[in-house]
């Protein structure tokens, strides 16, 4: 075979396929290269299945039986200065080897995420996606409107949890909730709420960047960025921004001591 064929034959080779021994005694630096490299990413996917399984079993060490449904609720959104905060609740069954390499939303790229929320939406037992805006958050404060919309997703779930295991929050619901620092790291059925919450909270801040370009809601998605504080220094806060964060409560007054009044989005353009 030539080298472009050992390629394209590695693509889909499978270990234990008799025609490595044959390739492993190839003297050719080409082939050794692509030997090299076909190890390293089925080491690569080895960790990943491990990785996989440990957070299956972490997940089983909270179901009464094996089939029992264990819920996972995670958020996105709470350090902003603009936009909701967003929360979801999945169940996944005991085992979903087609969501291997799912991990904490934070660790992957913004393509991986999206390409995975859809996987976690066909084969997830039941999902829940709870948009908290930022007017409420102003209401409660951002740990309450954060809870309380966590507990929302979990009561919007179409099966009914035989327990909650919440990232670092504990919630008050009518089965047992188990708040774990670090979950989405730990446990899949958070990290899979990890990513649908992500991904819904990017999708609502390109929309709303739509509405408000003036501050580039799409590259920042509502953080305090330098180019963020920019736009609300030359603009003031929109209605989305949230007026109870510091940065924001700023420009709402002037140098006089005095209320600004707020933008609006005509004052914006």
Known sequence: MTISEVRAWLETAEEGDPYFLELRNDSRAGVRKLLASYARRMEKKRLELERHLEKERFDA???RSTDSPVAGVDE???GPLAGPVVTAAVILPPSCPELAGLDDSKAMSREARERLAEVIRKHAVAWSVHVQPAA???RLNIYRATRESMERAVAGLSVRPDAVIADAMALQADVPCHPVVKADAQSLCVAAASVLAKTERDAYMDRLHEQYPAYGFCRHAG?????HLEALKAHGPCPEHRKTFAPVAGFLVGTSGKPVQEKTIM???
């Open 76 to 78: 996105a959104g709470r």
């Open 61 to 63: 060490g909270f179901r």
């Open 136 to 138: 409420e958050i102003d």
């Open 223 to 227: 953080y305090s960025t330098a180019a």
């Open 267 to 269: 004052d914006n353009l």
